[in-house]
């Protein structure tokens, strides 16, 4: 993919007749670099690069997409099967055991998990895996964006991943992208003990067609389930886990919580003062019900005392 990408640069530049020092020159790199493209040697292309490729050659777009496979030649192939599939998804719905989804993730969290695993081989690679996260959280912006609902483990946010000052900035980025209704984010207390899900992390993937598919992954492994009755075992198995997570108000508590560390100090409300919570809730909203965890959808109105 990154010699086909180099082969696509170095034909519409030479159709708009420039030279690769004068390719350079307009998108701010050597011409050096515009060689190791063309060639497909050396670091490959940043996302921005891309972008400037594409617009300094008018490749309309062309560049722009075919940028993410250049890089996903950098990850497993169980992981690039996983990605093909969310990119195409309608719905993503995901369990996070360790560590922030990476849609989720900012760049210094991200460059934290990525930089340790047995899969990773050289600085230059952990490059390639950074840039490719960050670019495919672009989707999350796109007209097309998923529906994206992700249930996090405590544990995520009591992980100092990347230390202290980059988790709080997560922690922060996780409080201001819950603004978009496109995401719900809930939090799955320690409390709530064993589930189906236990060891790994889970997501769901709602395709075009109505169709789904599941993806379980571990520290150093991964596997795409596409058999339709294993898909909805683990299709129930989240819906399991959405209803035992803490409501997205109450989860929003709990990350700023964490983020003003005062949970030391706090107590986790019992299941018994969720219920009564929940209940107070509906006789304010009046009369919609819960359902999944905290999602308000209408029903019948609850009969006045």
């Known amino acids: 993919m990154a010699a086909l990408f180099g082969a696509r640069v170095r034909r519409l530049r030479l159709a708009a007749g420039l030279t690769q020092t004068e390719l350079g020159d307009k998108v701010h790199v050597v011409g050096t670099r515009i060689t190791q493209i063309e060639r497909a040697s050396g670091a490959k292309p940043t996302l921005e690069l891309a972008r400037a490729l594409d617009v300094a050659l008018g ?21 690039r099967r ?34 340790v695993g047995l899969t990773l ?49 997560q922690l922060e980025r996780l409080l201001e992208t819950v ?22 992390s889970l997501t769901v993937l709602t395709m075009p067609d109505g169709s ?4 379980t992954e571990g520290a150093h492994y991964g596997q795409l389930i596409e058999d339709p009755d294993e898909v909805r075992r683990y ?7 959405r209803a035992d997570a803490l409501p997205p108000l109450m989860s929003l508590d709990m990350i700023r919580s964490v983020l003003e560390d005062n949970h030391r100090g706090s107590r986790l409300p019992s299941r018994t003062d969720r ?30 005392p």
């Open 59 to 79: 490749a309309d777009d062309l560049l722009v997409e075919l940028w993410p496979y250049v890089y996903r030649e950098a990850f497993p192939d169980w992981s």
């Open 82 to 115: 996983f990605m093909a599939c969310s990119e195409r998804a309608v719905v993503i719905r995901q369990y996070a055991a360790h560590v922030v989804p990476g849609l989720l993730q900012i760049e210094p969290y991200a460059r934290a998990v990525l930089s």
């Open 121 to 169: 081989g050289s600085e230059e690679q952990l490059e390639e895996r950074v840039a490719v996260r960050l670019g495919r959280q672009n989707r999350l912006g796109a007209p097309d964006r998923p529906e994206l609902w992700v249930i996090l483990d405590e544990a995520v946010l009591r992980r100092p991943v990347g230390g202290q000052a980059v988790m709080r900035e």
């Open 179 to 200: 603004r978009d209704r496109h995401i719900t984010v809930q939090v799955l207390p320690f409390d709530q003990g064993e589930h189906d899900v236990m060891g790994g």
């Open 212 to 215: 789904e598919v599941a993806y």
């Open 235 to 241: 299709s129930l198995a989240y819906d399991r886990l």
């Open 275 to 304: 219920r009564h919570l929940a209940q107070e809730q509906l006789q304010q909203s009046g009369g919609w019900r819960l359902r999944g965890g905290g999602r308000r959808i209408a029903g019948e109105r609850r009969p006045r």
